[in-house]
């Protein structure tokens, strides 16, 4: 979470921006913004061990590609298929999980123009942004509900 | 060419036939319709998407997502059920246990338990617990911030002060029956900062009936609690439910006038379908179906979200023809049942953020992979 490591850099380095960070313990904000920030860089730690989840399958070629996500079921397959099925210059999407006791969800692109990799990526992106729509128009429509039903929380 | 908007209407309504469902899936792909550029762009989506909220308490959120495919519903709802991590009695230590309830069943009772504590400790200080390898200390990877520590001690007595021929064991005993708020939080290192006064973990119903005593029976046992998700075992779930439907749409296609108006509000649930006098002008109107039926009653669509779409109205014959039932596509009516440890509203804004760092997280494993 890029966004979040910034802004508490920034709350280390001033403490009067601390104020206008949302939610945080009030308390001891040098002790907290310092253990969050190691907890921070070990997640990212962690994050570099991360093993390879994604692979393409053998077989593939630059324009029509298999991937094979691990860890990953219906959730994730579905939704991308989605999205990677409305983009125009794909001609065939589709995602499988070959075995239920097996922890792998395999994605087949098919294009007409530009490669299935970069459809792949283009629909990952494509799904971030309508969470952060998504995510944007909830908050303001229950920030909006929850002033008129005199709801304080 | 714009498809118009009876046809916009049609691609987005579900059939509800008396005998079978029609026009099920989704057809706002590129290529779909000849000339029309169904390409996805986030300002399309952006001007396209909405959301209107019914109900907001805690335990309880319900609201619509609109102009959304249910691939992206469904993976949020998905999310929900099982992704989200909450906080469970994992480990259970049983030091003696001489009740009748086994101790495998008296374990599995006690990790089904909700809790709830400090929000800020919950979802901020407490991390992830990683399970020792085998032959390794079983607590080598316990610490404060990662397990939390409860007790429940209790011993059955007989009650000096019941009458001698009392019958109800719950008078002629002390603690013949264990619930939920006998259970003790005993707050380790830095808990004491998070979970203390009102911010205590406890359960989030103190009623639960853990087991049932008789005297000199007795509960003598610890537990720790870790972090989970509901992949993992459904007693993680945050919610108790989290489901959608999608709205339902009744058309009258033809008038319903008099007494069928009467039947036909009555297969629907209340508030469904309402009354209205034929006016004066309608039943002038040739060809309208309401001439010389002044001032007698019409069935009208009042709140069809009341809905449960039973398709009772598709059963009688004297509305064959006039009326037509479907489920709006692309309008999603979520309701979620949180189990306390966040807000139901809460819960689905985590959804959305969980959803978003798990694709954020895969494309650097795509670039990864090209590289």
């Known amino acids: 979470m890029p966004g979040r490591t910034k802004a508490q850099a920034d709350a280390s380095s001033q403490d009067a921006d601390m104020q206008d960070v949302p939610p945080s313990g009030q308390d001891e904000i040098n002790q907290d913004a310092e253990m969050r920030?190691?907890?921070?860089?070990?997640?990212?730690?962690?994050?570099?061990?991360?093993?390879?989840?994604?692979?393409?399958?053998?077989?593939?070629t630059d324009t029509a590609a298999s991937f094979e996500f691990t860890d990953?079921?219906?959730?994730?397959?579905?939704?991308?298929?989605?999205?990677?099925?409305?983009?125009?210059?794909?001609?065939?999407?589709?995602?499988?999980?070959?075995?239920?006791?097996?922890?792998?969800?395999n994605i087949r692109i098919q294009t007409y123009d530009g490669t299935a990799v970069n459809a792949l990526k283009k629909g990952l992106s494509d799904l971030q942004d309508v969470c952060d729509v998504v995510a944007e128009e909830f908050w303001t429509k229950r920030q909006q509900f929850n002033s008129e039903q005199g709801i304080d929380r | 060419m714009a498809p118009s908007a009876e046809e916009l209407l049609r691609r987005n309504t579900v059939g509800i036939n008396k005998e079978t469902v029609s026009n099920v899936a989704s057809t706002d792909f590129p290529g779909h319709f000849p000339g029309e550029d169904h390409a996805f762009s986030i300002e399309r989506f952006r001007s396209a998407f909405s959301v209107q909220f019914h109900r907001n308490e805690l335990n309880d959120a319900s609201f619509s997502l609109i102009g959304i495919d249910a691939s992206l519903a469904n993976a949020f709802r998905r999310i929900l059920i099982a992704e989200?991590?909450?906080?469970?009695?994992?480990?259970?230590?049983?030091?003696?246990n001489t009740s009748v309830i086994q101790d495998e069943v008296l374990a599995h009772?006690?990790?089904?338990?909700?809790?709830?504590?400090?929000?800020d400790g919950i979802h901020n200080f407490?991390?992830?617990?990683?399970?020792?390898?085998a032959g390794e200390d079983p607590y080598a990877n316990s610490f404060d911030w990662n397990t939390v520590r409860l007790e429940l001690n209790v011993t059955c007595t007989v009650n000096p002060d019941a009458a001698p021929n009392e019958n109800d064991p719950l008078k002629a005993y002390n603690h013949a029956h264990v619930y939920a708020k006998d259970i003790v939080f005993v707050p380790t290192g830095r808990q004491v900062e998070y979970f203390s006064g009102d911010n205590a973990i406890v359960p989030v119903n103190p009623d639960i009936l853990i087991a049932k005593l008789r005297p000199k029976q007795t509960i003598n046992l610890a537990m720790h609690m870790h972090k989970g998700i509901g992949a993992d075992h459904s007693k993680f779930s945050p919610v108790?439910?989290?489901?959608?439907?999608?709205?339902?749409?009744?058309h009258i296609t033809k008038p319903i006038i008099g007494p069928?108006?009467?039947?036909?509000?009555?297969?629907?649930?209340?508030?469904?379908?309402?009354?209205?006098?034929v006016t004066r002008e309608e039943a002038s109107k040739s060809g309208s179906g309401y001439e010389g039926h002044a001032g007698e009653f019409k069935a009208v669509v009042k709140d069809s979200m009341k809905d449960t779409v039973s398709r009772e109205a598709l059963r009688?014959?004297?509305?064959?023809?006039?009326v037509k039932l479907g489920r709006r596509r692309d309008h999603f009516i979520f309701s979620i049942e949180s189990t306390g440890q966040w807000d139901s509203d809460e819960l689905f804004l985590e959804a959305v953020k969980h959803l978003k760092l798990k694709c954020k997280k895969l494309e650097q494993q795509v670039i990864n992979m090209v590289q």
Request: net charge negative; glycine share 8%.
């Open chain 2, 260 to 277: 069928d108006a009467e039947k036909f509000q009555r297969c629907f649930p209340q508030g469904v379908i309402g009354l209205e006098k």
């Open chain 2, 84 to 96: 989200i991590p909450t906080l469970a009695i994992e480990d259970v230590y049983i030091e003696n």
């Open chain 2, 109 to 119: 009772r006690l990790g089904l338990i909700p809790f709830n504590g400090g929000r």
């Open chain 1, 37 to 60: 920030e190691n907890a921070e860089a070990e997640e990212e730690e962690e994050e570099e061990v991360e093993p390879q989840r994604v692979r393409i399958l053998p077989g593939s």
């Open chain 1, 72 to 105: 990953e079921g219906h959730t994730l397959g579905n939704a991308l298929r989605y999205v990677i099925m409305k983009n125009p210059d794909v001609e065939f999407c589709a995602y499988s999980i070959p075995h239920p006791s097996e922890p792998k969800m």
């Open chain 2, 240 to 250: 108790a439910t989290a489901s959608y439907r999608l709205l339902p749409l009744i």
């Open chain 2, 316 to 322: 009688h014959p004297e509305f064959e023809g006039k």
């Open chain 2, 126 to 133: 407490l991390k992830w617990y990683k399970k020792p390898e």
